[in-house]
T-cell receptor, first 113, second 117 residues
Framework: DAKTTQPPSMDCAEGRAANLPCNHSTISGNEYVYWYRQIHSQGPQYIIHGLKNNETNEMASLIITEDRKSSTLILPHATLRDTAVYYCIVRVVRGAAGNKLTFGGGTRVLVKP | GAGVSQSPRYKVAKRGQDVALRCDPISGHVSLFWYQQALGQGPEFLTYFQNEAQLDKSGLPSDRFFAERPEGSVSTLKIQRTQQEDSAVYLC???????????????FGPGTRLTVL
């Protein structure tokens, strides 16, 4: 799986949009971008995924650049409950390598009132 | 509905003891995963089951680690002769999908925190 690079931490203001960047410059054509988050003392939680088109769901939006070498997770209106570690994961969805999620260090997001 | 549950939530073991960690996946989920998360790190894959078949155990760190899912539902991760380096949170996840499938997602339990003294 391609490796990802994320800033180790970031702060954002409650009620504002939070934009979380992720670099995955070695991504290949059959690899998807997944985002999970992990709130303190809980297991990771799925947020969103995409291949090349931008995606939106009730939790967030995912913007993938045209060359697919980077992406941004957008939390449109951050709340205090969004404080968590956010993981950007690049994953091939076939074969044995697709059996697992490969987590990096993630971005520790602190939402401040 | 009920999510993935794990028990015990906390386990303290003396070095050399055997431990067994239980995972109850979401009912009907085909796929089940175990991950290990060291303090301050992201989770690392240990093993994957599809129903009762263990299809991938490439992440198990040594032959002291053994996982089973005999009836395709509940799973147990067993660690024999525990060492201090085994101290971590052990996460279980399940999925309704046969992995891998585009769009598949994994639902994680809260984890078992193992401390080996």
């Amino acid at each position: 799986d391609a490796k990802t690079t994320q800033p180790p931490s970031m702060d954002c203001a409650e009620g504002r949009a939070a934009n979380l960047p992720c670099n995955h410059s070695t991504i290949s054509g059959n690899e998807y971008v997944y985002w999970y988050r992990q709130i303190h003392s809980q297991g990771p939680q799925y947020i969103i995924h995409g291949l090349k088109n931008n995606e939106t769901n009730e939790m967030a939006s995912l913007i993938i650049t045209e060359d697919r070498k980077s992406s941004t997770l957008i939390l449109p209106h951050a709340t205090l409950r969004d404080t968590a570690v956010y993981y950007c994961i690049v994953r091939v969805v076939r074969g044995a390598a697709g059996n697992k999620l490969t987590f990096g260090g993630g971005t520790r997001v602190l939402v401040k009132p | 509905g009920a999510g993935v549950s794990q028990s015990p939530r906390y386990k303290v073991a003396k070095r050399g003891q055997d431990v067994a960690l239980r995972c109850d996946p979401i009912s009907g989920h085909v796929s089940l995963f175990w991950y290990q998360q060291a303090l301050g790190q992201g989770p690392e894959f240990l093993t994957y089951f599809q129903n009762e078949a263990q299809l991938d155990k490439s992440g198990l760190p040594s032959d002291r680690f053994f996982a089973e899912r005999p009836e395709g539902s509940v799973s147990t991760l067993k660690i024999q002769r525990t060492q201090q380096e085994d101290s971590a949170v052990y996460l279980c996840a399940s999925s309704p999908y046969r992995i891998p499938t585009p769009g598949d997602t994994q639902y994680f339990g809260p984890g078992t925190r193992l401390t080996v003294l």
